[in-house]
């Protein structure tokens, strides 16, 4: 369920010749594995690193990569297939993007087949450049970047890390994850509404340790909170995540805090709210610690079943704010929406959001999830099961319809 919410979609994959190009044959994958029908188109330099076979075979459909494609004898058959092909389109993603694709874009160049479908496209264009740190960091090829943001290009930047060349810096591919989970916002019909906002997200669970070895914690996964993170972070928001321990991966830029207890995810919290806008409690906080931390690991004759519990603090209920956007969650398997309500109004929030233990493939671990929606003012909404990504979007949309 979680894997088709490109059901239906058409996405065309323009490849360019950089060395991140074997990187599209990953980006193909996933974009067919979440639903979407793929058609690539290729630059003649892209052939130098990978071959129109490979994908091909991964898209059941022809690849193109000249103007006047060979096998079309003197043309009989082409007709007007750049135009026919780009409004066909839902969607078109150039991953990797060289910069010379995209200065040839900015002055509109129409001189390979990829540039004749971008010239005749009707429906978005996402653009992931590619490039060694130099070559990115250029200032022609960052005015370039601009010029094509301003009329409303869409893009997912580049990231830092290790390059083909050895050197370390801005100009590696970003995540494939990352630019599919972007196509998938697009063409579920989410823009970037959230720019100059600050988003503070908690996630995961936190530990309250017995000893060296034992500690009191739950399942959560941090599933949730992570992607909430993420599509906070597509729709234009500056987002902190603050995170229990858990093994799920996040975008680089996004600022993450790790924690561990109760207290530390307090203090993190109390400290970052300060410079949010809005606060989304998808932490799933224990809720009582041992008196006291045994610096020894306690043998079972040490009493073990008999460990005093003390009750954590409630974080939420310590904030003392104003102007800021609440949000919490309630996980609940009884009087599931009395007890959402109850906890709205006792911790003070803006909105809550229930998930019910009680509902298939919903809850801790899943990658899908069945949320409602309570708005302060008592509107409550029910959504499907949808994945986390999509139930992600959905609380950011009721976040934002709540400012008004
Ligand atoms: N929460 C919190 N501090 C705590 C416990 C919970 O800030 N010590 C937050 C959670 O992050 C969530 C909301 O409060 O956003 C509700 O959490 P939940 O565990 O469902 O409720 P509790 O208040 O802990 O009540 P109970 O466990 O009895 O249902």
Known sequence: ??????????????????????????????????????KVVMTPSALQFVQPLTFSSLTKNDVIVNIFPDSQENGSSMKTWHIDLALWADLMIIAPCTVNTIAKIAVGFLDNALLTVVSSLRCPLLISPAADMDIYDNKITQRNFQTLEEMGYLFVKAEKGELASGLEGEGRLADINKIADAAELILTGYK???????????AGPTYEDIDPVRFIGNRSSGKMGYNIAKAAFLRGAEVTLITGPVHESIYPEIKVIKVRSTAEMKKAIHKEIINSDI????????????????????????????????????????????????????????NEKENALKKLKSKNLDMIVLNSLNDEQSGFEYNTNKITVIHKNGEQIDFPLESKFQAANKIISEILKSNG
């Open 279 to 334: 606060l989304i409690m998808a932490a799933a906080v224990a809720d009582y610690k041992p008196a006291e931390v045994s610096i020894r690991k306690m043998k079972k004759e040490d009493k073990l079943n008999q460990i005093k519990l003390y009750p954590t603090e409630d974080i939420l209920s310590s904030l003392k704010t104003s102007g800021k956007k609440i949000i919490g969650f309630a996980l609940e398997t009884d």
């Open 1 to 38: 369920m979680q894997d088709d919410q490109l059901s239906g979609k058409k996405i065309i994959l323009g490849v360019t010749g950089g060395i991140a190009a074997y990187k599209a044959c990953w980006l193909t994958r996933e974009l067919i594995k979440r639903g979407a029908e793929v």
């Open 192 to 202: 970037r509404d959230l720019l100059n906002k600050k988003i503070l997200v908690s």
